[in-house]
């Protein structure tokens, strides 16, 4: 049983199908909490889909309640935010390997791309991450007035922009490049530089100061 084997060998012994099995608990009257989460895990694909469920998806799980559901949820939010979390001093970014190193795992399995900055203090450690928009980006979407209000209220001496490309592809296009010059323009009216833009894929990414945009 998953839980005896925790006990005996370890949480990092087991499969994602025990882990599943011990948060879910208990099985249905016709299968094995064992066979329950075999059952979630292919209905999602594997665990990278699973992590993305929402609470409504979980529920239409036959054998899934809300409250089978919410626990889920919470133990795969925990750890998100674990393994996001670095403890002790500031964060600092001194590279692109540095940004991505970051935020990879979080956003590279992005179904939307989600356009994020990370604002630096003088010493170029991290005082805060933010998520701005989300959507197919264009000059339109991304405004520079709420990229930089954040940098303001936050004192940032500079930040860094980056965006996922859900195909898994990081090459720059058009409107990335626009965007790009658009927000280093901006910056340097406010005396808040614009580091980089890196363009998050699958395992890879794209620094746009590395391709000469950002000069």
């Known amino acids: 049983m998953p839980r005896e084997r925790l006990v005996q060998e370890g949480a990092d012994h087991l499969s994602n199908q025990e882990l599943l099995a011990i948060l879910l608990r208990t099985g249905t009257t016709s299968e094995t909490v064992l066979q ?4 979630l895990l292919s209905e999602f694909e594997g665990i990278m889909m699973l ?3 929402s609470l409504e998806e979980l529920q239409a799980i036959k054998g899934i309640g809300q409250v089978k559901a919410i626990e889920l ?3 795969l939010e925990l750890g998100k935010r ?3 979390t670095h403890q002790g001093e500031r964060y600092a970014i001194k590279t692109p390997e540095d940004v991505t190193d970051y935020v990879m795992e979080e956003m590279r399995f992005l179904t939307q791309e989600h356009f994020v900055a990370i604002y630096l203090n003088t010493k170029n450690q991290v005082l805060h991450k933010k998520t701005l928009f989300i959507g197919s980006l264009n000059a339109s979407i991304v405004h520079p007035r709420e990229v930089f209000k954040e940098a303001l209220r936050r004192s940032a001496a500079s930040i860094v922009c980056l965006h996922n490309h859900p195909s898994g592809d990081p090459s720059p296009s058009k409107e990335d490049r626009e965007v790009t010059k658009r927000l280093v323009e901006c910056g340097k009216v406010l005396g808040v530089e614009v ?3 890196i363009i998050i894929g699958d395992q890879r990414y794209t620094s746009l100061r590395e391709h000469g945009i950002i000069p």
Not at 36 to 39: G, N, S, V
């Open 195 to 197: 580091l980089d833009h």
């Open 51 to 53: 992590k993305e469920a």
């Open 82 to 84: 674990i393994h996001t």
């Open 36 to 39: 329950l989460a075999y059952r």
């Open 73 to 75: 949820l919470a133990a």
